[in-house]
């Protein structure tokens, strides 16, 4: 479904990646790791066409998205939740979902507010609060959930667990399974490499904006000396 190869992307003269390569399969749950200042928020920024690469290729549903512009790649159907919470503060949690356009109108079935509900039914419970006396955990959700109203292809979390507590993250992380059971493709940067270990079916490990390792959760499981070396476990 996307497949990423020889990806190289510049900070003005600096340069971040040295033809990263990346892939997810179509209803596949796939990881970045890789410890802090690897390049794996460059990678999706240029997946995205927020930052665009210099060189390599960028391969969606059989399209070439490298160059596109960042509306056009979203409308390609990528929906990324981003660090930190990114909803309307003044906005209810009903609001912010009705407010999300989705970007492909042929998904079937598409992304509705009353779905979003029952993938996260505290949602539901905090309808008409005004988002930002969410909790952290709640605005998470709500992130994802105006992700999916997009009704992407692929979804993509960076760092989306960053700063909540445990409960909250296993919550997220159970919601993330029954949306792969659906057959949602997910591409999932973090750094909590133990819950992901069973949610993932290929991991991609980068340093100084390489991929030093592919492979699956057991062979990565059976390399504790890859763990220790690139990240840090
Ligand atoms: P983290 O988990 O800390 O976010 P990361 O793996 O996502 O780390 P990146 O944010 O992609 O890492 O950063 C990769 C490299 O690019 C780092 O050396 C960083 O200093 C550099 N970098 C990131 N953003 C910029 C920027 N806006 N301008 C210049 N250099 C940047």
């Avoid at 079935?109 to 996260?120: G, H, I, M, S």
């Avoid at 792969?180 to 490990?205: F, P, T, Y």
Wanted: hydrophobic letters at 45%; glycine letters at 10%.
């Amino acid at each position: 479904m996307l497949r990423v190869t020889g990806l190289t992307a510049f900070y003005g003269r600096s340069q971040a990646l040295f033809g990263m390569e990346l892939a997810v399969g179509a209803g596949e749950v796939a990881t970045l790791l890789g410890r802090n200042g690897m390049g794996k928020t460059t990678t999706i920024r240029s997946i995205l066409g927020l930052l665009p690469p210099a060189a390599g290729r960028v391969e969606f549903g059989g399209r070439e998205l490298a160059g596109l512009p960042p509306h056009r790649i979203a409308r390609a159907g990528i929906a990324l939740v981003p660090e930190g919470r990114q909803v309307f503060p003044t906005l209810t949690v009903h609001e912010n979902l009705i407010a999300t356009a989705a970007n492909r109108l042929d998904r079937r079935p598409p992304w509705t507010a009353e779905r979003v509900y029952a993938l996260f039914p505290k949602l539901l419970e905090r309808r008409n609060a005004v988002a930002r006396t969410l909790s952290g955990g709640e605005q998470q959700m709500l992130a994802v959930g105006r992700a999916l109203l997009t009704n992407p292809a692929l979804l993509i979390l960076d760092e989306a667990t960053e700063g909540l507590a445990p409960l909250v993250r296993a919550e997220i992380w159970r919601c993330l399974a029954g949306l792969k059971a659906e057959g949602q493709a997910i591409l999932v940067v973090d750094k909590n490499l133990s819950a992901l270990m069973d949610l993932a079916d290929r991991h991609h490990v980068i340093e100084k904006g390489r991929l030093v390792w592919t492979g699956r959760s057991a062979e990565l499981a059976a390399q504790p000396e890859l763990q220790h070396r690139y990240l840090g476990v």
